[in-house]
């Protein structure tokens, strides 16, 4: 079932809904496409990040989601108290999430040539969370997953764990909740290592990606667009994809969405970004905040792309 499908058998889903429930399944072989997955019927619950947010009501268009605080220090994410529901039951197999000291981490994506990244052995997820499971199953070691966990050498164990299957795929599981981030860097920079760590850059269009077509181009990635952009990225302040929807009048970031950027990093994973009209980029594990790159330079970026898909 593709998305438009599983949108018609749903009666009446919000749009925003159906926005913030677009997820990715894991890939369970190499070379097993993304499948990506609409909307579920699911009213109570939506998707903040990967993971499921259990909430009575949607916020209204311009306001900014629940828990979340702008300061000087930047945009605080509320950590996610993760709750299954029997309406998120249908979900429950396609998000994977786990509890560790407290944090939850929710998946992000996996890769096949990463395996060098696995690190300490840190614990077993129990897979012991499903739709009945009562609020004090949600503790360290529960999850929608069931194995072993590790760190990854090199990052941060407090932002990213990862699991190792026995093919050999490597899932990256990032804690993209209870943390405040203003400058792009400290995202980009401070916990992903972006800059000098680069092996290859790729794009595709929102097309080929949404349909899984792997329509991949490379770029040069000692281009000076290509830098330009990255020291951009880092330098400009996050902003709250809700906010831009009501100034730019926008009814979804998605709407927006006109292609997906990946830099291929020497350690075998991939920093996936989605580009979006007017210069905004978010990072794939963290859908609620964006960056706004300068016109100039995120325009010499974009034309390149529209010059090589023609």
């Not at 994410?77 to 029997?86: D, G, H, Q, T, Y």
């Not at 850059?201 to 349909?211: A, C, G, K």
Request: net charge negative; hydrophobic share 35%; aromatic share 14%.
């Amino acid at each position: 079932m593709n998305r438009e499908d599983l949108f018609k058998s749903i009666n009446g889903v919000d749009e925003e809904v159906l926005e913030r429930s677009e997820v990715v399944a894991r890939k369970k072989t190499v070379g097993l496409k993304w499948i990506k997955w609409g909307a579920v019927a699911a009213c109570l619950c939506l998707v903040a990040g990967g993971a499921i947010w259990k909430i009575t009501t949607l916020p209204t268009k311009g306001e900014p989601s629940p828990g979340y605080t702008i300061s000087e220090e930047g945009v605080t994410i509320p950590a996610l108290e993760v709750s299954l529901s029997k309406e998120a039951a249908a979900m429950s197999d396609m998000i994977g999430f786990f509890i560790y000291e407290g944090r939850c981490y929710v998946y992000y994506e996996n890769f096949s040539e990463a395996g060098g990244v696995v690190g300490e052995y840190l614990g077993t997820v129990t897979g012991m969370i499903d739709e009945w499971t009562p609020e004090e199953g949600y503790v360290d070691f529960a999850g929608s997953i069931r194995g072993d966990f590790y760190s990854v050498k090199g990052y941060d164990p407090e932002f990213m764990l990862c699991t190792k299957e026995a093919n050999g795929i490597v899932s990256m599981y990032i804690c993209n909740n209870g943390i405040t981030l203003k400058y792009g860097k400290e995202l980009y920079e401070d916990r992903l290592h972006l800059s000098g760590n680069i092996n290859g850059v790729q794009y595709e269009s929102r097309e080929s990606w949404f349909y899984s077509k792997e329509e991949l181009y490379e770029l040069d990635k000692e281009e000076a667009y290509i830098q330009e952009f990255i020291e951009n990225l880092d330098e400009e302040e996050f902003l709250l994809c809700q906010d831009i929807e009501a100034k730019e009048d926008w009814k979804h970031m998605v709407d927006s969405e006109i292609y997906h950027l990946y830099f291929n990093m020497k350690d075998g994973t991939k920093i996936h970004l989605r580009l979006h009209e007017n210069g905004y980029v978010r990072f794939q594990g963290l859908w609620d905040l964006c960056v706004k790159i300068p016109a100039e330079s995120y325009y010499k970026l974009i034309t390149t792309f529209a010059e090589k898909v023609r």
